[in-house]
T-cell receptor, first 114, second 114 residues
Framework: GENVEQHPSTLSVQEGDSAVIKCTYS??????FPWYKQELGKRPQLIID?????GEKKDQRIAVTLNKTAKHFSLHITETQPEDSAVYFCAASGYGGATNKLIFGTGTLLAVQP | DGGITQSPKYLFRKEGQNVTLSCEQNLNHDAMYWYRQDPGQGLRLIYY???????QKGDIAEGYSVSREKKESFPLTVTSAQKNPTAFYLCASSPSGTGGYEQYFGPGTRLTVT
């Protein structure tokens, strides 16, 4: 069935280091891959997204890469800061054709140690 | 934080009672969604609606019901048939159509049933 696997479930890095979170999706028809950041008790907010016709996208310290052949995509955060600490969710869309339904990964708790 | 609102922020109910969670958006989005989030888990889709007067079950629809009588509103009723209703409930909206779109989330309602 439709599935998005996300790893690792927790990640601890030192301030200034890089963090990488990886996701794998199951439906080859997926064509949209957003990443959301959720701070404790708050709503998820989009930080970056990528579509299937692009292999990489970058926005300042954040980048996402997509490998359609392997059906996986990754979030890269460079020069991490304490305010990057949060739960990060990947998602994949395009399931079922015209629907915008997103399937979410189980999340990664990122802790940036000062 | 305009755009999509949920009320109330916290809700307490006794077991056996139905409860309705409100979700309103003024983003002119066709599609709306309800997710359930449990501690340490991802976002699981309860119901979604692509257009007024139409909605589909998500992955965990049992014990829940929805209506979509207006474009702006997508209320969720948690019925007494839901075995473990205590959770954080998130509503979202997005444009509709092919290609995938960002989903905008409301602030959430934390429901506690005792």
């Amino acid at each position: 069935g439709e599935n998005v696997e996300q790893h690792p479930s927790t990640l601890s890095v030192q301030e200034g280091d890089s963090a990488v979170i990886k996701c794998t999706y199951s439906d080859s028809a997926s064509n949209y891959f957003p990443w959301y950041k959720q701070e404790l008790g708050k709503r998820p907010q989009l930080i970056i997204d990528i579509r299937s016709n692009v292999g990489e996208k970058k926005d300042q310290r954040i980048a996402v890469t997509l490998n359609k052949t392997a059906k996986h995509f990754s979030l890269h955060i460079t020069e991490t800061q304490p305010e990057d600490s949060a739960v990060y969710f990947c998602a994949a869309s395009g399931y079922g054709g015209a629907t915008n339904k997103l399937i979410f990964g189980t999340g990664t708790l990122l802790a940036v140690q000062p | 934080d305009g755009g999509i609102t949920q009320s109330p922020k916290y809700l307490f109910r006794k077991e056996g009672q139905n409860v309705t969670l409100s979700c309103e958006q003024n983003l002119n989005h066709d599609a709306m969604y309800w997710y359930r989030q449990d501690p340490g888990q991802g976002l699981r889709l309860i119901y979604y609606s692509q257009i007024v007067n139409d909605f589909q079950k998500g992955d965990i629809a049992e014990g829940y019901s929805v209506s979509r009588e207006k474009k702006e509103s997508f209320p969720l009723t948690v019925t007494s048939a839901q075995k473990n209703p205590t959770a954080f409930y998130l509503c979202a909206s997005s444009p509709s159509g092919t290609g995938g779109y960002e989903q905008y989330f409301g602030p959430g309602t934390r429901l506690t049933v005792t």
